[in-house]
């Protein structure tokens, strides 16, 4: 694999992988963790979450083969948690940059539907720059919340977002509306969609087009054959489906 240069916008994709369940057997306190099945069944989960860390292994083969074996032993992962994950479910590791990647870039995690599972910066100390954390940690302690709940906003025997909706409110006007959790075909409607990652690009000088960043797009088996298949075979960001152009 070639090395972006420092200069380049550019983006590296891991192929989706099944994390494997590491502390399945940890116990303490005489019982065994939220790690074992059987445990996180009687908590309401699906099955034991695999551990945070074990996903950072997905990370390791894309900033080795951006950094080189410095990453080992220079590298920092600061990593915002999403979505847990169970034993079977699929992984896919992503790292991009917008501008020069000398010292930093993004990080995401997906499952093979596209929920995002983690996101975050990985950076090249000693003097790292600033990472992920460090303006979430400035924004909670500037503002501390009035309330916090996790757990009570879920329901036992819960598995999914199913019919559920996420309401956004405008800051600037209070307008309210209702986000779908399911993507669906715009087309015909299915839900036996399959994400992709498709370019964002703008012009930088000239002809030349830049990739700026990345969006999960949903491609329909039927309807979108055609960049399905482009998308199992190369396993890269596609086109967008519109390039930039000047204005008449």
Same mark, same amino acid.
């Given at each position: 694999?070639?090395?972006?240069?420092?200069?380049?916008?550019?983006?590296?994709?891991?192929?989706?992988?099944?994390?494997?369940?590491?502390?399945?057997? *940890?116990?303490?306190?005489?019982?065994?963790?939220?790690?074992?099945?059987?445990?996180?069944?009687?908590?309401?989960?699906?099955?034991?979450?695999?551990?945070?860390?074990?996903?950072?292994?997905?990370?390791?083969?894309?900033?080795?083969?951006?950094?080189g074996d410095r990453w080992f032993s220079h590298g920092?992962?600061?990593?915002?948690?999403?979505?847990?994950?169970?034993?079977?479910?699929?992984?896919?590791?992503?790292?991009?940059?917008t501008g020069p990647a000398a010292r930093t870039v993004?990080?995401?995690?997906?499952?093979?539907?596209?929920?995002?599972?983690?996101?975050?910066?990985?950076?090249?100390?000693?003097?790292?720059?600033?990472?992920?954390?460090?303006?979430?940690?400035?924004?909670? *302690?500037?503002?501390?919340?009035?309330?916090?709940?996790?757990?009570?906003?879920?329901?036992?025997?819960?598995?999914?977002?199913?019919?559920?909706?996420?309401?956004?409110?405008?800051?600037?006007?209070?307008?309210?509306?209702?986000?779908?959790?399911?993507?669906?075909?715009?087309?015909?409607?299915?839900?036996?969609?399959?994400?992709?990652?498709?370019?964002?690009?703008?012009?930088?000088?000239?002809?030349?087009?830049?990739?700026?960043?990345?969006?999960?797009?949903?491609?329909?088996?039927?309807?979108?054959?055609?960049?399905?298949?482009?998308?199992?075979?190369?396993?890269t960001p596609l086109r967008p489906a519109e390039l930039?152009?000047?204005?008449?």
């Open positions: 694999m070639d090395r972006p240069t420092s200069d380049t916008p550019f983006s590296l994709v891991g192929p989706l992988r099944p994390p494997a369940q590491m502390l399945a057997d *940890q116990s303490y306190g005489g019982h065994s963790s939220v790690h074992d099945d059987a445990t996180a069944a009687s908590l309401g989960l699906t099955a034991g979450p695999i551990e945070g860390p074990t996903h950072f292994s997905q990370l390791d083969p894309l900033l080795a083969a951006l950094w920092c992962v600061s990593a915002h948690f999403q979505t847990m994950v169970v034993e079977g479910e699929e992984v896919r590791a992503t790292i991009s940059s993004r990080i995401d995690a997906t499952k093979a539907d596209g929920t995002p599972v983690l996101t975050g910066t990985a950076s090249m100390g000693p003097d790292h720059p600033e990472t992920e954390l460090g303006p979430r940690l400035a924004r909670a *302690q500037g503002s501390p919340p009035e309330r916090l709940h996790v757990i009570d906003l879920l329901s036992v025997g819960q598995t999914g977002p199913g019919d559920e909706t996420i309401t956004v409110t405008c800051g600037s006007c209070d307008l309210e509306w209702e986000r779908d959790l399911t993507p669906r075909c715009p087309t015909c409607g299915s839900d036996a969609v399959r994400p992709a990652l498709q370019s964002i690009v703008e012009k930088s000088r000239g002809t030349q087009l830049s990739i700026q960043s990345l969006r999960v797009v949903h491609l329909c088996p039927d309807c979108d054959a055609g960049q399905l298949a482009i998308w199992n075979r190369s396993n930039p152009h000047d204005p008449d």
